[in-house]
């Protein structure tokens, strides 16, 4: 008779974005995890939670968190825009730099599995900035040893958000257009549902797996 697993601990970074917040409401009704702390640089809707440990802490002082701290899950949902974040440093600083600082704290502190929201597209060699610094990320992080990597590369995320986009919205109609058309290679450009996209980051949590795995728009759309 197989011993049934005790029950995990995650750790949320980003977890007031789109997609952190469908994650949230997964963790949260699972009877697979006991524990998730959410880690963020201001109280969040869920401070209160029976289930939530919430750290209040910028990512520049990552390195405060207490030296016991370890999780069996991290899932990094962080992402902005660079309109939002004011300037392109100020958008790789979040996109890629604190995407980095928590892959470093992960390979210290018990090397919990590693789930990362990057981009269809990513690549550090591209001319598009968005495009190379999601792909730095992705690079920086393959190459530190992390004993278990998912990387979640979506197409344009389409679904409920605190926030409108105008650039966004029109990029999902263009982008459904080109989606729709019968050619295989524009077939990738169709919009990813965030609710899709949070309930395979769910899934692949609770495998234990080891190594890297990377999931394309086509692997998250098999989860709608």
């Not at 968190?65 to 370890?70: I, M, R, V, Y």
């Not at 660079?82 to 890629?96: L, Q």
């Not at 730095?136 to 995320?157: D, F, T």
Request: charge should be positive; glycine fraction near 8%; aromatic fraction near 8%.
């Amino acid at each position: 008779m197989s011993k049934e697993k005790p029950p995990k601990v995650a750790m949320v970074v980003g977890a007031t974005g789109a997609t952190g917040q469908v994650l949230m409401a997964s963790l949260l009704a699972s009877d697979h995890y006991s524990e998730v702390i959410v880690l963020h640089y201001r109280t969040t809707p869920w401070r209160d939670h029976l289930k939530v440990r919430e750290i209040v802490l910028s990512l520049d002082q990552l390195q405060d968190l207490e030296p016991g701290l370890t999780v069996d899950v991290l899932f990094c949902c962080l992402g902005t825009t660079i309109k939002k974040a004011g300037s392109k440093p100020a958008f790789a600083k979040v996109d890629r730099d604190y995407v980095l600082a928590l892959g470093q704290w992960a390979v210290s502190h018990g090397q919990p599995s590693f789930h990362l929201i990057s981009a269809h597209g990513a690549d550090k060699r591209s001319l598009a900035f968005y495009m190379k610094v999601k792909g730095e990320a992705e690079s920086g992080l393959k190459r530190m040893g992390l004993r278990s990597l998912s990387i979640y590369q979506p197409s344009l995320l389409h679904g409920e958000r605190n926030e409108f986009r105008l650039m966004e919205s029109i990029g999902f109609y263009v982008m459904s257009l080109l989606g729709s058309l019968p050619v295989s290679g524009l077939k990738a450009l169709r919009p990813t549902r965030i609710e899709a996209l949070a309930k395979l980051m769910y899934q692949q949590s609770l495998l234990d797996v080891s190594g890297l795995q990377v999931f394309r728009p086509s692997d998250i759309a098999a989860c709608e």
